[in-house]
């Protein structure tokens, strides 16, 4: 019935039936969402829904009945491929509201023929609330992520709360912010959606971040944020009775993880994902390296937002999926405890140290189903039996594994995730081998996937489904030799069901003792007469509902197995950390041994010293090029035990190495703190809190800003938040714009770096004129990328080397950029006439006449320009001058721009 309504485009006033008030009255409750409403084996959409869907998704858009004498857009995609199109949907920021049919059409037909098939949402799909694989990147996490403020003083910056969790694999964190660090947060974390208050959404000075971000951003009501109540809805959702047991969370942070549990309970309608207690992250527990830092450096995609080229496609030899998440989670936030940075290192070091163990245990992993992903589908009612089997398979090899690698002396971070292995109880795996076929269906209503023996009923439903025939005619048989009748027959009709038939001449017989106490007069034809047996009757309701039946016990078997790999969640979800943490370990062993990486030490020094470093990608690239990469050291740690870190100014052409220089130093800083080996000979890194980079150009014209105001903004973050213990990478300052207003900036923020900030930094440059810095600032060195020339032509030899550029030979790059000859020759002319020009007027007394920076000197206050008129301005208040004072006040101003 509703197939047939789905498809009809008759011009009846479809607003007026039923099935459409049925459908406005759901959308009306779902204003925010295109909805998906289920008819037959298509979802429909209708009106506004089915034109946005139509252009988002290019389907074909057709039209059903009319509404206030206008057609009524619809649109609809099958049931069975509606996971492709919900990801194109969730990929372009809709939220779908998925509303199924709540009861069988045959049932609806009972209460008449016109009646409507019950319907109801039963899900909200959201960016960060996705659970499919079909929708979900193997190797990433699908983050929800919500944000709390908490208002502060006037003189100290706002507090946030920031709650994170994953609903495909149960993750849940929890971490404190503030406003000087909420952004390289959320960009650690990486939210495919954010909850955030309507206040703080709308706050006029947090809006222009809101929507910058990219990731979607759903504001909502500040009563799901309420503080005073969240440490209750926390302790009713996890059945405790307080959060003591969990840990200490700020009252930002409750109010934060208070408000993700709502809003997960609303969009999954009854559904309860299987949640881990929250567990809280310590602000300085990983390196800090914001949004730009990241993009800068290509952690995750190319600045062309492909992942071909990036950090993590380089060093990514995991073979699961839960081992790549894991791998992408430590590359998001490299640690900062020397402790754990060298647990992670020692099970690198035992992998490394057995290469066939090491092939054999990724041969396993990589037959390893993503069982936290299963775990998390079953829970919600999205799993199918491939689920089951994926725990199954998942808890075989975990226990294989933790057999094979058990042992003494093994690293603590290879033991503790033995012990993760180990949990994974045996019986389940033998119970679920005992029911589950060969062959599984992807869901559950297919049936078919309970094995043939574990259940006798439902062994004998599925006999009566798939082999009724031949148990008709071996009844027919037995029936025939009882009676002495060759010519019996056992038959069926609608009327009737199934009968006995003979021919009236043997009808006597069959009214006769004894057959008349088996065989039941049913009906007498002109040439037949039939009849029932108690067998037949029997029979008959067996075969009418063999196949009903046949599917009810397997869906209860499905109940039953989902019920009993509940009650082993937390051991489950043990097993699957435990597998991610060998497969990364292994993984990055593998990496080690193929491009040559050496073991860092990582402390809590601030050395940072890097012999024969080299870039991770830029190696790789090379390598397929048939080219080799030149490796260089790179030394920016303190001489002296109460010293600062070292500033090294590099200078050289373009196309010599410069921003590969600085920022594999940038990346192996990371890689070292993420627990990997590292591309060099060797390396010495003291622990690195927070990384900025500002390497490169780019616009962000949306938000009003040029290519230098982005510069500019970038370099503020890092100058107003770098620390001793940061890294700092600059390439290029001051270069988007005026040449003197450019060395201006760089200069000063030379000064900056190296007094205010201390820290250890990379400063590339084109201003030779800055070089003449390191005769007055004492940890800033001059480095230079090396080149030669040969008859006229520049040759890169991509080695840093002590010294400084004489010269940029950016003729020279022009000339093999293929610029005519005409304008090689005349632009040799023009530089030789700005050099001689420039020798008349050095730098060299702007340095001798300048004083070094200080803080004081810096300060607004004291170096601004005075100006009267804008001082007298400052004074006035508009809305309270009379028409005399207001003339007065403009003989005042003329008379103070006169004397100006």
């Not at 080799?628 to 200078?651: K, R, S």
């Amino acid at each position: 019935m509703d197939k047939k309504d789905s498809r009809d485009s008759s011009a009846s006033n479809a607003a007026a039936t039923p099935m459409m008030a049925q459908y406005i009255e759901i959308k009306t409750a779902n204003p925010d969402c295109l909805l998906f409403y289920r008819m037959g084996d298509f979802y429909e959409m209708f009106f506004d829904d089915a034109e946005t869907a139509s252009r988002a998704l290019g389907i074909t858009l057709t039209k059903r009945g009319k509404h206030r004498g206008a057609d009524i857009p619809m649109c609809g995609v099958p049931v069975h491929a509606a996971d492709q199109y919900l990801q194109k949907l969730i990929a372009l920021g809709h939220r779908v509201a998925v509303c199924e049919q709540t009861e069988d059409p045959t049932e609806a037909k009972k209460r008449g023929s016109k009646a409507v098939v019950q319907r109801d949402v039963v899900r909200l799909v959201t960016p960060g609330t996705l659970t499919e694989d079909a929708l979900l990147a193997p190797g990433r996490n699908n983050y929800l992520a919500a944000v709390s403020r908490q208002k502060a003083g006037t003189d100290e910056p706002d507090r946030f709360g920031i709650a994170w969790i994953d609903i495909s694999t149960g993750e849940f964190r929890l971490a404190g912010s503030d406003s000087g660090r909420l952004a390289a947060d959320l960009a650690r974390i990486d939210p495919r959606e954010a909850l955030v208050p309507e206040p703080v959404f709308s706050d006029p000075e947090l809006g222009a971040f809101w929507r910058g971000l990219e990731m979607a951003v759903t504001p909502l009501a500040p009563a799901l944020f309420d503080s005073t109540t969240a440490a209750d809805r926390l302790a009713a959702y996890f059945g405790v009775a307080t959060l003591d047991g969990f840990g200490h969370f700020s009252r930002p942070e409750t109010s934060a993880a208070a408000a993700i549990l709502a809003y997960v309970e609303k969009t999954q309608i009854g559904e309860r994902p299987p949640l881990v207690p929250p567990v809280a992250e310590t602000a300085d527990g990983v390196m800090l390296i914001d949004a730009a830092t990241r993009a800068n450096l290509e952690l995750n995609q190319t600045l062309a937002g492909e992942r071909r080229g990036s950090l993590i496609a380089a060093i990514d030899r995991t073979v699961t999926g839960a081992g790549a998440r894991l791998l992408a989670q430590r590359l998001a936030g490299p640690s900062t405890s020397p402790n754990e940075i060298a647990n992670r290192l020692d099970a690198v070091a035992f992998f490394l140290s057995d290469q066939g163990l090491t092939a054999s245990v990724r041969d396993q992993l990589a037959a390893a189903p993503d069982i936290t992903r299963a775990l998390s589908r079953l829970a919600l009612n999205r799993g199918g039996p491939r689920d089951l089997a994926a725990i199954r398979d998942g808890l075989a090899v975990a226990s294989q594994l933790a057999g094979q690698l058990a042992g003494e002396g093994r690293p603590s971070a290879i033991a503790q995730a033995i012990e993760g292995l180990s949990a994974g109880p045996d019986e389940l795996v033998a119970e679920l081998t005992r029911a589950l076929a060969d062959d599984l269906p992807h869901l559950r209503r297919d049936g078919g996937f309970v094995r043939d023996g574990y259940r006798d009923d439902l062994d004998e439903a599925r006999k009566l489904r798939d082999e009724s025939r031949r148990f008709i005619a071996s009844l027919q048989s037995r029936y025939a030799d009882e009676a002495g009748i060759r010519a019996l027959k056992v038959k069926h009709n609608n009327v009737l069901g199934y009968f006995v038939e003979v021919s009236a001449a043997h009808a006597e017989r069959m009214l006769q003792p004894p057959l008349n106490g088996r065989f039941i007069h049913r009906q007498t034809m002109a040439n037949a007469v039939r009849f029932s047996t108690t067998e037949l009757g029997e029979l008959e309701a067996k075969i009418a509902g063999a196949a009903g039946r046949a599917l009810a016990i397997e869906s209860t078997v499905f109940d039953t197995l989902v019920d009993t790999i509940a009650t082993e969640a937390d051991a489950i979800r043990q097993v699957g950390v435990g597998l991610a943490t060998i497969d990364v370990s292994a993984a990055l062993a593998v990496l080690a041994e193929a491009e040559g990486y050496c073991r860092p030490i990582v402390d809590d020094s601030m050395a940072f010293t890097i012999e024969g470093g080299r870039h991770p990608v830029v190696e790789q690239a090379l390598r397929t090029a048939g080219e080799t990469f030149v490796a260089n050291d790179c030394a920016l740690g303190p001489e002296g035990a109460d010293d600062a870190g070292h500033i090294w100014l590099v200078t050289g052409p373009n196309m010599a190495g410069k921003s590969t220089f600085l920022r594999q130093n940038a990346l192996i800083a990371i890689l070292a703190q993420v627990g990997s080996y590292v591309p060099a000979r060797d390396a010495r890194i003291g622990i690195v809190d927070r990384l900025f980079s500002r390497v490169g150009a780019a616009d962000d014209l949306a938000r009003g800003r040029s290519t230098f105001m982005v510069e500019m903004v970038e370099t503020a973050a890092i100058l107003n938040q770098a620390g001793p213990r940061s890294l700092v990478i600059l390439d290029e300052i001051g270069r988007g714009t005026a040449t003197f207003d450019g060395l201006s900036i760089a200069w000063a923020a030379i000064e900056h770096l190296h007094e205010v900030n201390r820290s250890r930094a990379l400063f590339a440059t084109h201003y030779h004129e800055l070089t003449a810095l390191a005769d007055r600032l004492p940890r800033l060195r001059n480095v230079t990328v090396r080149v030669k020339e040969w008859e006229g032509d520049v040759i890169f030899l991509h080695e840093i080397a002590p010294g400084a550029a004489d010269r940029s030979y950016g003729i020279q790059v022009a000339k093999l950029a293929g610029l005519p000859a005409s304008v090689v020759a005349r632009a040799r002319a023009v530089l030789t006439q700005l050099e001689e020009t420039d020798r008349q007027s050095p730098v060299q007394t702007l340095i001798d006449d300048l004083p070094l920076f200080s803080v004081a000197r810096a300060s607004p206050a004291e170096t601004r320009d005075v100006d009267p008129v804008a001082d007298l301005l400052d004074t006035v208040r508009p809305d309270e001058l009379a028409p005399r004072d207001a003339l007065e006040m403009l003989y005042k101003l003329k008379a103070l721009s006169h004397r100006a």
